[in-house]
């Protein structure tokens, strides 16, 4: 299979997002009046394969699901549930922190693929490290790419994202790339190369819904990566994305607003 024609996987959490709209952000201790609600499929990894199905990628999921709409107590995905993926259909997997003491075990399947492999044919590994969790701090050396969040950041007392791309830079593996979004503040990535690249945000005219915007930032920057763009193009892309699905409630709209320039990508 050539590589161009394989998929992304992404391997995570998939949950219920119950969405409550109120008239302004609700002030602490205080009661507002619901305007609407809807619930939409959530998690971040589930997000994240959703925009990219969206942007045109061929994708699939990987975590527990339920038979009914609602459920408690799914369990992560583990290394023995991982083996049985056929990984020659896989050009990306990106991870979504989690159950990190199996995660390592999946990712080392697919370092041991990779070393059988010519450079060109390898799986380019992500990890996403979002929560404050010292077990998840053994993903950094892991990711081709890795993606830490603001909350880490602020947690070991980086503000900013150029500060944390700098300061994380140790853990990550040689030949790695960094990247850390700050909400409106854009984000910043960090190579091999050790040049900082950033990009502004784009925020969009009335901002509606944030829900996912990390999510979907991951999703436009591995979607960019994987089709062989530029890292200050997969940078900007992916917060142009973050930027404009916060002006719209959930993903839907997403392909319809960029459909123009995804054409010479798909």
Sequence with gaps: MENQKKKILCVGLVCLDIINVVEKYPEEDTDSRCLSQRWQRGGNA???CTVLSSLGASCSFMGSL??????ENLPDVTAADFSKVELDQFKWIHWEGRNAEEQVKMIERVAKYNSTLPQHQRIT??????KTREPLYQLFPLGDVVFVSKDVARHFGFESAEAAVRGFYSRVKAGAVLICAWAEKGADALGPDDVIIHSDSFPPETLVDTLGAGDTFNAAVIYTLSNGGSLQDALTFGCRVAGRKCGFHGYDSIREHFEDELKPLN
């Design 46 to 48: 589930s997000n994240s």
């Design 66 to 71: 339920s038979a009914g709409p609602v459920a």
């Design 125 to 130: 590994v992500s990890v996403e490290i979002e």
